[in-house]
């Protein structure tokens, strides 16, 4: 899995009308698939959003923030507050979604003060292996009619 050595990037926002609280997901993935369902279920409020690294809006995105490697092929979370947004990759948009749902998960954001260079070796391990492990589709997750108002495309 190839993603760039930094996990946080932040810009001006683009023209794009992005939610507060995005995440990106590879959405061929099925553990990728099953992470959206598990999130969804923790965010009662509907306050996370989501759309697939394969879709439109993570192309827009990747166009507004050429820094952004193509290669991304997991989660990333992206947070829009007043025109700025900040994109966080790997065990950063983890800790961040963690952060943002509710439960006894959301402690798991206090592991964001581990040094990053540990905690990224341990996503990108596991991402290297989650095909293998979980699968892959051969297209995007497709959302029932109750959950489509949480996805951008």
Not at 56 to 84: F, N, W
Not at 89 to 95: G, V
Not at 102 to 126: E, K
């Given at each position: 899995?190839?993603?760039?050595?930094?996990?946080?990037?932040?810009?001006?926002?683009?023209?794009?009308?992005?939610?507060?609280?995005?995440v990106?997901?590879?959405?061929?993935?099925?553990?990728?698939?099953?992470a959206?369902?598990?999130?969804?279920?923790?965010?009662?409020?509907?306050?996370?959003?989501?759309?697939?690294?394969?879709?439109?809006?993570a192309?827009?995105?990747?166009?507004?923030?050429?820094?952004?490697?193509?290669?991304?092929?997991?989660?990333?979370?992206?947070e829009?507050?007043?025109?700025?947004?900040?994109?966080?990759?790997?065990?950063?948009?983890?800790?961040?979604?963690?952060a943002?749902?509710?439960g006894?998960?959301?402690?798991?954001a206090?592991?964001?003060?581990?040094?990053?260079f540990?905690?990224?070796?341990?996503?990108?391990?596991?991402?290297?292996?989650?095909?293998?492990?979980?699968?892959?589709r051969?297209?995007?997750?497709?959302?029932?009619?109750?959950?489509?108002?949480?996805?951008?495309d």
């Amino acid at each position: 899995m190839a993603v760039a050595p930094a996990t946080s990037h932040r810009a001006p926002s683009a023209p794009l009308a992005l939610p507060a609280h995005l995440v990106l997901f590879d959405g061929v993935c099925v553990f990728c698939e099953g992470a959206v369902r598990w999130i969804m279920k923790r965010d009662p409020d509907a306050r996370i959003r989501f759309a697939p690294l394969q879709g439109e809006t993570a192309a827009a995105l990747r166009r507004a923030h050429p820094q952004l490697p193509e290669s991304i092929d997991s989660m990333v979370y992206v947070e829009s507050r007043d025109g700025v947004e900040s994109i966080h990759l790997r065990s950063a948009a983890a800790f961040r979604i963690f952060a943002q749902i509710r439960g006894p998960w959301r402690g798991l954001a206090w592991l964001r003060i581990l040094p990053r260079f540990l905690t990224d070796r341990a996503y990108d391990a596991f991402a290297r292996v989650r095909y293998r492990l979980f699968g892959k589709r051969d297209v995007c997750l497709v959302p029932n009619p109750e959950e489509r108002d949480r996805f951008l495309d």
